[in-house]
């Protein structure tokens, strides 16, 4: 068995009429929680390790989590639903598909922290961050870059993003 | 096709977007009673209390209208449909032909007939224009004291905003707890509890039975009791009730709101309701009712606008649930999840000093409801629980171990079986 379940993530690679979804193979997934350490460095200012971890304020927070328990872990991040909850049920507008690269992504100069997106993702990939201003915190496909961090820093193949055709 | 939307909120912007994903040759007419570009409703009591200004109001886009092609009619009211010509007749005497009809027209804050009310400093709080009348009030006025009649979403909203100003605000509702429809006894009296802490005061089953004052603006409330209130705001946020005259004079029933079907399609032909005017279908209840939260009036509104076009696109339903938070501790009622009786199995823990509390309610061992105080987080896997009316099991039946970690507080996906973590985090087209 190649791939123990595969998310529903899509992006629309730049200029091109494929969906890209990056894909969670659970059994490879060592819970290193690299994915964790490089998500949160990519969406930090500095981009340093260090500091992103001791000195930026407010807090980076890594948009991806690691789950685990016992010998069982996983990565989880936004999933990219074709129709998703977040942005039926956002009140700002800040939750929107980036033109560009077709990602469900959050504008966060415009969220409030109402937290509406939290309390209906199916899958629990929003997180608050309190430390600035309050802001829900999701993935956003590193921005339409070719490979996002999570899925560059990836030891063992436990995420990989893959062009799917629907 | 000429396409016309009566409305400009959440279910309007739904269908727009919608329409637009399906369609770029149809007309689309937007026709609205309010002057202002689409602003965000919810947002307004983060807007009294400052927390952001005007612009922040915007739900979309200040392009969003040319972007897709819309012509927008503002500052004009809608006083006929005629199903049969297939036209609508505004205030000044416009005539608009149609196609299909979006009714996505809201509801109307309920004031209650007492005297008094055309005293200045006595507000509803529903409308930009509300916001925005209280705060050029308040900037005025010097106001210390507010009463807020209401003790629901709407009322505990406005309380939150207004001792955000430093204003000392008095509750008054006329059930006996407040947010009764959205959480229990117990997530009510730590709610009750954390306003009383901050200096609010919380008055149960009263209600306002008179608005007293000099010089046409008010000085105080009485309430029934008789006890008066010496206050120099008094804000409205009972609730609504629907915009649906409009449809019933036109012969489209109407219940409590427009009826609609899966396909927000109304008893006329082409002629479609969506929003909090639409009664659609409830899939926790299971029937149709009025559920006049943001979430399922834009989800409406998609529907709608695909359905409008051609595209068939069936609701599944929505539910009741919202987010609150009352002094820096946030909430969450999803679904019933305030429901009790003995047909049903509670799961419950509190943890009142830390403010922390969840309550999950479970129906023939599916999960129908919950209620989270306090840590919020991971949330939606409880609703998408709901959703999908996954079976959970009795308490009676061998306990598996997800069912005992749905309270753990590492509660996730791994703790659910398998094949429902699979059905929830795979698309179409993707092979497992």
Redesign the interface.
């Known amino acids: 068995m190649r791939?123990a379940?595969?998310?529903?993530?899509?992006s629309r690679a730049k200029g091109e009429g494929q969906l890209k979804?990056i894909i969670?193979h659970e059994e490879y997934c060592i819970g290193c929680r690299l994915c964790e350490v490089h998500c949160l460095v990519q969406h930090s200012q500095s981009h340093d390790i260090i500091k992103a971890f001791k000195v930026e304020q407010p807090r980076v927070m890594p948009r991806v989590t690691v789950?685990?328990?016992g010998p069982?872990?996983?990565a989880?991040q936004c999933?990219q639903?074709?129709e998703p909850?977040c942005l039926?049920?956002c009140?700002?507008?800040a939750m929107h598909r980036d033109e560009r690269t077709g990602a469900v992504i959050c504008d966060e100069s415009?969220c409030?922290g109402?937290?509406?997106?939290?309390?209906?993702?199916?899958?629990?990939a929003?997180?608050?961050n309190l430390t600035g201003t309050r802001i829900a915190s999701k993935c956003d496909l590193c921005y339409g870059a070719d490979m996002p961090a999570c899925v560059a820093h990836c030891p063992n193949e436990a995420l990989t993003y893959e062009e799917?055709?629907? | 096709m000429k396409i016309v939307i009566i409305g400009n909120s959440a279910a309007a912007v739904g269908a727009i977007e919608s329409l637009r994903q399906h369609d770029q040759e149809a007309q689309i007419l937007v026709i609205s009673e309010e002057p202002h570009m689409i602003y965000s409703r919810p947002l307004l009591s983060h807007y009294l209390a400052g927390e952001i200004d005007k612009t922040r109001l915007a739900y979309r886009h200040a392009d969003f209208y040319a972007r897709h092609h819309v012509q927008a009619v503002l500052s004009s009211r809608v006083v006929a449909i005629e199903p049969q010509a297939k036209r609508v007749h505004t205030e000044s005497g416009r005539t608009y032909p149609y196609d299909k009809l979006l009714i996505c027209t809201g509801g109307t804050p309920i004031v209650p007939p007492i005297p008094g009310l055309a005293m200045q400093g006595v507000f509803s709080f529903t409308r930009l224009d509300d916001a925005q009348g209280i705060l050029h009030y308040l900037g005025s006025v010097p106001v210390r004291r507010a009463v807020v009649v209401g003790g629901g979403m709407i009322g505990l909203k406005t309380t939150d905003a207004l001792m955000k100003r430093r204003i000392a605000v008095t509750m008054v509702e006329l059930a006996p707890r407040i947010l009764s429809a959205a959480l229990d006894e117990t997530a009510s009296r730590m709610m009750t509890n954390l306003l009383c802490k901050a200096g609010a005061e919380v008055i149960t089953e009263e209600t306002v039975t008179a608005v007293h004052g000099d010089g046409g603006r008010i000085g105080a409330v009485e309430l029934r009791s008789g006890r008066v209130i010496p206050c120099e705001l008094l804000i409205f946020g009972i609730g609504v009730r629907p915009n649906a005259a409009l449809a019933k004079e036109a012969g489209i029933m109407v219940n409590r709101g427009i009826v609609v079907d899966e396909h927000m399609r109304t008893s006329a032909p082409d002629v479609y309701a969506a929003g909090d005017v639409a009664e659609a279908y409830d899939l926790v209840v299971d029937m149709n009712r009025i559920v006049a939260i943001w979430p399922n009036a834009y989800r409406q509104g998609t529907i709608a606008g695909a359905n409008m076009v051609g595209v068939p696109r069936t609701d599944r339903g929505g539910l009741a649930m919202n987010t609150l938070e009352v002094c820096g501790v946030p909430a969450m009622s999803i679904g019933n999840g305030n429901a009790s009786g003995d047909d049903l199995e509670i799961l419950a823990e509190l943890e009142e000093r830390q403010n922390r509390y969840k309550r999950l309610v479970l129906q023939d061992g599916r999960l129908i409801g919950a209620i989270l105080v306090g840590n919020i987080d991971r949330a939606g896997i409880y609703t998408g629980l709901i959703r999908n009316k996954l079976h959970i099991g009795t308490s009676s039946a061998r306990n598996t171990d997800w069912r005992r970690s749905l309270m753990s507080e590492h509660f996730g996906l791994l703790s659910l079986p398998d094949a429902y973590r699979k059905h929830i985090v795979t698309g179409a087209g993707i092979e497992v």
């Open positions: 791939l379940f595969v998310w529903q993530a899509s979804r969670v789950e685990e328990s069982l872990s996983f989880l999933r639903c074709l909850s039926e049920a009140i700002s507008g415009l409030v109402c937290w509406m997106c939290i309390m209906v993702c199916p899958v629990g929003i997180q608050r799917i055709s629907l």
